[in-house]
């Protein structure tokens, strides 16, 4: 038996790279772009930016409460400031600028801003 060589590696890589190459569909890209970017948005919008029916809650409150109910937060414990709760919530939970979290903490803290 003879040993593979670099050239038999070579032909063998080739042949795959041909039979990948055959499966490659061709389409237009601004067709493909405006498809991309309606299933990315869709994805957003019923993922983060919607409240979810069941509580009402965006996914960006549902980690405020999770992180204020870890740092043991309650009505008859002592305060923390928003500072604290939003700098739990970036590091556990939610890795995206600190503003969203602040503008979720004050839309909680509105009693007319929320349904319930």
């Known amino acids: 038996m ?64 999770y992180s204020m109910k870890e740092l043991g937060l309650s009505y008859n414990k002592t305060f923390k400031k928003a500072a604290r709760i939003v700098g739990e919530t970036l590091g556990k939970y939610h890795p995206h600028g600190d503003l969203s979290v602040y503008d979720a903490i004050i839309r909680m803290a509105q009693d007319f801003s929320l349904r319930y």
């Open 2 to 65: 003879a040993k593979n060589t670099k050239a038999d590696a070579e032909e063998e890589k080739i042949g795959t790279q041909t039979q990948d190459i055959s499966k490659v569909l061709v389409r237009n890209v601004e067709n493909e772009m405006i498809t991309s970017y309606i299933n990315y948005s869709m994805s957003v919008i019923v993922g983060r930016a919607l409240p979810d029916v069941r509580d009402g809650l965006k996914p960006v409150h549902r980690r405020i409460l």
